[in-house]
């Protein structure tokens, strides 16, 4: 037996029980199709109906009892939206049922017998929604049914005519569904030609085949078993259906179309005879290998089923095809689809049957290509003056190519191309035609090309604007060319396009064009789609004249105010901008003047539009307008990068404070301003004899104070290289700063220059007033001896602070307290670096206080906050001399080195003179007074002391006060 796949063995089981639509089938051959009776009731608004007939179709493929009679059917209704009884009908009585719209699973039974002997013989069901208003349209295909252990009978008979043996015969039964052989059954005897079989109520498979000689003939069926029926089958073979001749043909037919081109269609219907297919061939089966020389592209496939044991097929040959072909149609039917023949059975060769595949039509290029071409047909170029065609090349992808240029169809006769040619439309159109001929003699659709000769579009008629160098005149709105550096009489130069404003104009300067002098050529665009169509026109040249040199003119730089700087030399016939201005500026003499230093302005000559004289504007000059040579010295306010004295030395800086009527003017109406001073290096100008006060408030003496509004900051900074000095050269001179901020930078030495002694500090910080000391400045040199007054270098007093932040103070000695600073009557040092060493105190007069305080003294009410910097160096560590306290009364010239002294007069790096203040002591103990200090970054040693507590008993002795040491210490 010929093996069936599962797809097919199901296909042909549904094409013999599947019926009509709306019917509900029964296997009862002697029952036809009825019409439906009357709705049953119900309101069809929200319900639909569909009628139960009865009915079957018969397929000579099919075995079924020969007394099988259907004596009811029940239809049951599940999975539903409500509950639905089951119907009973006999099979001349339809029914019509309506059901509630929804999904419904029904399910059809069909019964045998009556009374005891009923039996359900056959089942089917099938899920099925209904619609409000709808009759509905499904099939449901019964199958034969049984309980478990129902079973019928199967018999067969095979009966041969001639010959009277045969080499081998064999039945076999199979499950439909698995194609699993059930029962084999050996017919070769005639004692085994005739029997039966019990089998389970259902459907089977049956194959019976008979061998002689090398050929072979049989039958295939479906096989329907009932409960208690008998279901039986009858065969009879001769020599005729042994040794029959089986052969195929294919209708006439002609698969037409282009190779490359998709749309191949045609049905090719092949008839067996003395043969059947053995299977079922399914719509859309691929049957392609069937084909020998079927063309690439091209594919065959089943157009309709065709059942097992039919004899005729339909199949559809569709795609594109990749190559020609004019060969009749070879096909070859391969066994495995066959019932008998054992070897492929080949279609009878049928010349009416076969391909008539032409040729793909040749395709053209041409070499050059471009502006030549539009819409693909026309063409040209000039090319000094003559019209030249383009290099035309042929392709083909099957086949010979031939082709005549007079406009009549190419034959086999016609020109034969071989390589590229040359197309000349000139003076009238030329048709290209081609075709490609294949050596079978197919001839493949014309190729047709149009060459068609453009002519030029109109010469442009410009004229050059020289003022705004531009072209003028021109058509508006329309494309034209401009080609430069022009070096012949066809245009091989460089070329620039230039869409033109609406007023007609091409801007000569933004097409690149450099150098002059020049000759340029200017055409105007073809254009297309025209009718006919028109190429560029002829060129209009031009020939620019040189551009004129730039001029020669001179600059003047501004001065300190920086808007007089001038460009001179020029005259009326030259224009200016500034560098980075759009428009020019006419010149109106011989100078222009009024111009911003560190501004780069452009100078040339006018464009001339005289006739006959015509030039365009000149190259231009660039001219740098510099600011003045400005020295870096000088006073500037509040951060303006302008000057507003060149003072170069302090006495020049306090003749502008004291005279200078801007100043004034400022002090008297406000508000506070800052002031930078920047001193040149040396000595010179930078003397003091007397008391300087820098005074801030509206009470003073314009004659001798240098005056400020209150608040105001003056910076004093020194030169960037080498040190400004400011020299005190008399005994009671001295800086004196009040109700405004003196700020000390940068290379400045303030020091004591002559040998006598002196009577004051250096700088005396007044009330309301901040001195700020920075890296690089030294205070020096002060020899101080007045008993009644401290401080030496620096003396703060009246609410006034010292912000120490760096520089040093040095070599100063005092007569009574603070060698180089002292801090009384309410007065801050704040010091958070710098050095204060190498000054010295001695006293002459014990009784007033003795000496107290090398370094810093403070008393009444003074606070000192120290979070870093130096006191009392050490030479080892490079920091200079320590500070020291000599009580024996020698000030002039050297002073002795003392350590420190003990009790009331002590404190040679600090002396504090304080009743109240408390403190941690070097263990960490709150106390109120000691003899020692804890050290600041390892530079105050144990030489602090505090006037007014007696170290032994604690006592009160002179001169209480609320000095306060703070700060950092540790």
């Not at 003395?274 to 069937?290: G, H, K, S």
């Not at 065609?389 to 169809?409: F, N």
């Not at 263990?923 to 007696?950: C, E, M, W």
Request: glycine content about 12%.
């Amino acid at each position: 037996m010929k093996s069936m796949s599962l797809k097919r063995l199901i296909h042909a089981a549904g094409m013999i029980l599947a019926v009509g639509i709306l019917t509900l089938t029964g296997c009862n051959n002697l029952l036809a199709d009825r019409p439906a009776s009357a709705d049953t009731g119900g309101d069809t608004g929200s319900f639909g109906r569909f009628t139960i007939t009865t009915g079957e179709e018969t397929n000579a493929r099919t075995l079924v009892p020969a007394s099988l009679t259907f004596t009811k059917y029940v239809v049951s209704f599940s999975s539903g939206p409500e509950t639905k009884a089951d119907v009973t009908f006999q099979p001349l009585d339809p029914k019509t049922v309506t059901l509630a719209t929804g999904s419904w699973t029904i399910t059809l039974t069909a019964y045998t017998g009556t009374g005891a002997a009923e039996k359900a013989a056959a089942r089917g069901s099938k899920a099925v929604t209904i619609a409000a208003g709808d009759n509905g349209a499904h099939a449901i295909t019964l199958k034969p049914y049984g309980e478990t252990g129902a079973t019928g009978t199967f018999t067969y008979s095979v009966t041969l005519t001639s010959p009277a043996t045969i080499d081998s015969s064999e039945l076999t039964i199979s499950a439909v569904n698995t194609a699993t052989s059930l029962h084999t059954v050996d017919v070769t005897t005639a004692a085994d030609r005739i029997g039966s079989k019990q089998l389970d109520a259902g459907q089977y498979l049956l194959n019976i085949w008979v061998k002689k000689d090398g050929n072979q003939t049989g039958r295939t069926e479906v096989l329907h078993i009932y409960p208690g029926l008998t279901t039986a089958a009858s065969y009879t073979f001769s020599n005729a259906d042994i040794y029959r001749a089986a052969s195929a043909s294919a209708a006439n037919v002609t698969l037409s179309g282009t190779a490359g081109t998709a749309g191949v269609t045609g049905d090719v219907v092949i008839t067996l005879t003395n043969e059947t297919f053995a299977d079922a061939i399914l719509e859309d089966d691929d049957v392609t290998p069937w084909f020998t020389g079927l063309p690439a592209g091209l594919t065959a496939e089943a157009k309709t089923d065709a059942a097992a044991g039919s004899s005729s097929i339909t199949i559809a040959i569709t795609g594109t095809p990749g190559s020609s072909s004019a060969a009749p149609l070879s096909i070859s039917i391969p066994a495995t689809v066959l019932i008998t023949s054992t070897a492929a059975l080949a279609v009878t060769a049928n010349p009416a049957a076969k391909f008539a595949i032409l040729p793909k039509a040749p395709t053209v290029s041409t070499n050059p290509t471009g502006d030549g071409f539009i819409d693909h047909n026309y063409y040209a170029v000039v090319k000094a003056g003559a019209y030249v065609g383009p290099d035309v090349t042929l392709t083909a992808a099957e086949g010979a190519i031939r082709y005549t240029l007079d406009g009549m169809t190419p034959t086999a006769s016609s020109t034969l191309y071989s390589g590229v040619f040359t197309v000349k439309p000139f003076p009238a159109d030329t048709t290209l035609n081609a075709v490609a001929i294949t050596t079978d003699g197919l001839v493949s659709a014309p190729l047709t090309q149009l060459f068609r000769l453009k002519h030029p579009i109109a010469t442009p008629a410009g004229t050059i604007d020289y003022e705004n160098e531009t072209i003028t005149g021109l058509v508006a709105g329309k494309y034209h060319y401009i080609y430069h550096d022009y070096t012949g009489n066809y245009l091989t130069g460089t070329k620039s396009s230039a869409g033109t404003a609406p007023g007609g104009i091409v801007n000569i300067g933004s097409q690149n064009i450099k150098a002059t002098p020049n000759t340029i050529a200017l055409t105007r665009a073809g254009e297309s789609p025209t009718t006919p169509p028109t190429r560029d026109s002829e060129p209009q040249y031009f020939t620019l004249p040189a551009r004129p040199a730039a001029p020669a003119v001179g600059d003047v730089a501004a001065t300190v105010a920086g808007n007089d700087g001038q460009i001179t030399s020029t005259t009326t016939a030259m224009e200016y901008k500034l560098s980075s201005a759009a428009a020019w500026t006419d010149c109106t003499g011989t100078s222009i003047t009024g111009l911003t230093a560190g501004s780069s302005y452009f100078v040339r000559y006018k464009a001339v539009t005289t006739t006959g004289s015509e030039a365009f504007a000149s190259a231009q000059a660039s001219v740098e307008i510099q600011a003045a040579t400005v020295t870096p010295y000088g006073i500037w306010i509040d951060g303006n990068p302008t000057k507003i004295s060149a003072a170069e030395t302090f006495d020049d800086a306090l003749t502008y404070f004291k005279t200078n009527a801007a100043h004034i003017a400022r002090v008297n109406a406000g508000p506070e301003t800052d002031y930078t001073l920047k001193l040149k290096a040396g000595t010179d100008g930078n003397s003091i004899s007397a008391q300087t006060r820098l005074w801030g408030g509206t009470a003073h003496d314009t004659t001798s104070d240098t005056v400020f509004y209150t608040d105001s900051t003056l910076t004093i900074e020194g030169p960037d290289s080498g040190t400004a000095a400011i020299n005190m050269t008399a005994a009671a001179a001295y800086l004196y700063p009040q109700n405004i901020t003196l700020k000390l930078k940068n290379n400045i030495t303030i020091e004591y220059t002559i040998a006598t002694t002196n009577t004051e500090a250096l700088i005396a910080v007044g009330t309301g007033a901040t001195l700020e000391m920075n890296d690089t400045v030294l205070i020096t040199g002060n020899k101080h001896t007045n008993t009644a007054m401290g401080g030496s270098g620096v003396r703060v007093a009246g609410s006034g602070t010292f912000n120490m932040k760096g520089g040093e103070i040095s070599g100063n000695a005092a007569g009574r307290r603070g060698g180089g600073v002292a801090v009384y009557d309410n007065g801050t040092f704040n010091m958070s670096g710098g050095k204060i060493v190498g000054n010295s105190m001695y006293t002459q007069n014990q009784a007033n206080g003795g000496a107290s305080g090398g370094g810093v003294s403070l008393f009444s009410r003074a606070k000192f906050v120290k979070t870093g910097g130096i006191i009392n160096g050490s030479t080892a560590d490079g920091d200079g001399a320590a500070n020291t306290v000599d009580t024996n009364g020698t000030p002039a010239g050297t002073f002795a080195t003392n350590t420190g002294l003990s009790g009331n007069n002590a404190g040679a790096a600090v002396f504090v003179n304080n009743t109240a203040t408390s403190y941690k002591d070097s263990s960490g103990n709150t106390s109120s007074h000691t003899t020692a200090f804890p050290r600041q970054n390892g530079k105050v040693t144990g030489n602090i002391s505090y006037d007014g507590l007696d170290t032994t008993t604690g006592t009160t002795s002179h001169f209480p006060g609320n000095a306060v040491l703070t700060g950092t210490w540790e």
